[in-house]
């Protein structure tokens, strides 16, 4: 019989299920419910998996109805607490609740972070805004302020200027659920994204991504357009990178199960760890982007560790480098009047995918907003190539057939 998976979570990632769903059974709980793929799901149960009492409820209910998982873990979506609280709950392999609490809320982590000596910024957490100035004091400017438990750059804005610091936090206070706000040190740099396997302490590299941002179009705001793979660095700065994530994840006493790492790369050619995470990256970043770049399997990995299984090492390999780019698109703010290409593009080189990033497609007459954080775009497109260089040139082309006009708003 095909073991079973619960998937507690799902960022938009589900069209890997067409594949997964040949060798497990699936039951997946979701806020995501018109997601493609989800068809392949044996199961699909709506709810909100980022409220960890909530999705535990959810699973003693597919439980209850006889969907007797054998694991649990996430689908490229930023739920650890739930999965842990989960697998607790039903003795299942996966780091303990408190390790994803602390992995979780930024403070938390930041705290471990300098405890463990490991090169993260500078931060202060802040309960007023006389502590947010004590903080900027302390630390100089430029700061970035930011929400202590959200992600994808939610409440997270950049201040160069005291001038601006009351607007600024205000606009981090209404994304914090408890009128807290993380001070951190910025750091100026190339930004990247690792991901792999924590078995026995040690890290098992699978992806690594650099990460391109709209710093200057969207300032004060923290804006991702996408993923470059390969990237441009030799094979010292990678095992470098390889050997910060693992440092990081220790300090956070996670030595198995799946990591997802922010890094910052200076000027002066420093490390820095933004963030740590037991997730995979998404949307589609290890399920299908990291394969297309070098032939590994992360997802298949750590289900395989999950199920006491063990581990495959072709998974965990590379076995070739070739370019892949995710683009997110950003039409210009107002109302769409028309959307052209997306018939056009599929024939394009290096045209992998093209996705909304809402539940259901774009038409005339929506109204497109301009984006405050890496929720901001309408969809994104994954292109290929040969190098990277070729996979780029494919993306540039794929955006420029791609048209979404818009009509100014009425303000």
């Known amino acids: 019989m095909k073991k079973k998976i619960l998937f507690c979570g799902n960022g938009m990632s589900a069209e890997i299920l067409?594949?997964?769903?040949?060798?497990?059974?699936?039951?997946?709980?979701?806020?995501?419910?018109?997601?493609?793929?989800?068809?392949?799901?044996?199961?699909?149960?709506?709810?909100?998996?980022?409220?960890?009492?909530?999705?535990?409820?959810?699973?003693?209910?597919?439980?209850?109805?006889?969907f007797n998982f054998d694991a649990v873990l996430s689908l490229c979506w930023d739920c650890p607490m739930s999965v842990a609280a989960i697998a607790e709950e039903f003795n299942l392999f996966g780091i303990s609740f408190d390790v994803a609490k602390n992995s979780t809320i930024k403070s938390l982590r930041s705290n471990l972070f300098q405890k463990h000596c490991v090169p993260a910024p500078k931060y202060c957490l802040c309960k007023t805004f006389l502590d947010v100035i004590d903080a900027i004091n302390n630390i100089g400017l430029p700061v970035v302020l930011k929400p202590i438990t959200q992600s994808s750059s939610?409440?997270?804005?950049?201040?160069?200027?005291?001038?601006?610091?009351?607007?600024?936090?205000?606009?981090?206070?209404?994304?914090?659920?408890?009128?807290?706000?993380?001070?951190?040190?910025?750091?100026?740099?190339?930004?990247?994204?690792?991901?792999?396997?924590?078995?026995?302490?040690?890290?098992?590299?699978?992806?690594?991504?650099?990460?391109?941002?709209?710093?200057?179009?969207?300032?004060?705001?923290?804006?991702?357009?996408?993923?470059?793979?390969?990237?441009?660095?030799?094979?010292?700065?990678?095992?470098?990178?390889?050997?910060?994530?693992?440092?990081?994840?220790?300090?956070?006493?996670?030595?198995?199960?799946?990591?997802?790492?922010?890094?910052?790369?200076?000027?002066?050619?420093?490390?820095?760890?933004?963030?740590?995470?037991?997730?995979l990256g998404g949307p589609r970043f290890g399920t299908e982007m990291v394969p297309l770049n070098n032939g590994t399997n992360i997802l298949l990995a750590m289900i395989q560790q999950a199920l006491g299984e063990e581990i495959n090492n072709y998974y965990l390999n590379a076995h070739y480098n070739k370019g892949v780019v995710n683009r997110a698109i950003f039409p210009k703010e107002g109302i769409i009047e028309k959307i052209v290409g997306l018939d056009i593009i599929k024939n394009l080189?290096?045209?992998?995918?093209?996705?909304?990033?809402?539940?259901?497609?774009?038409?005339?007459?929506?109204?497109?907003?301009?984006?405050?954080?890496?929720?901001?775009?309408?969809?994104?497109?994954?292109?290929?190539?040969?190098?990277?260089?070729?996979?780029?040139?494919?993306?540039?082309?794929i955006e420029e057939n791609l048209i979404i006009k818009t009509k100014g708003l009425n303000k």
């Not at 990591?259 to 002066?268: A, F, P, S």
């Open 154 to 279: 939610k409440g997270v804005i950049l201040v160069e200027d005291m001038e601006y610091l009351a607007s600024a936090y205000r606009y981090c206070l209404r994304f914090s659920g408890d009128n807290q706000v993380l001070v951190n040190e910025f750091i100026k740099g190339t930004e990247f994204s690792t991901e792999g396997l924590m078995v026995n302490g040690v890290f098992h590299l699978t992806g690594i991504s650099e990460r391109l941002f709209h710093y200057k179009k969207y300032k004060p705001f923290f804006v991702e357009i996408g993923d470059v793979m390969p990237v441009k660095l030799n094979k010292e700065e990678v095992e470098l990178f390889r050997k910060n994530t693992e440092k990081a994840a220790l300090a956070l006493s996670i030595d198995k199960g799946i990591v997802k790492g922010d890094l910052i790369y200076t000027n002066e050619k420093k490390i820095i760890i933004l963030e740590i995470t037991p997730r």
């Open 349 to 397: 080189p290096g045209y992998y995918d093209f996705k909304w990033f809402r539940d259901m497609p774009l038409h005339k007459g929506d109204i497109i907003y301009s984006p405050q954080n890496m929720c901001g775009g309408v969809g994104y497109i994954i292109a290929t190539g040969a190098t990277r260089n070729e996979a780029v040139k494919n993306a540039d082309l």
């Open 18 to 66: 067409k594949e997964l769903h040949k060798m497990f059974s699936v039951c997946v709980i979701t806020e995501f419910i018109h997601d493609n793929g989800l068809e392949y799901a044996d199961k699909v149960v709506f709810a909100n998996t980022k409220n960890y009492r909530e999705a535990l409820e959810t699973a003693k209910k597919v439980h209850k109805e006889g």
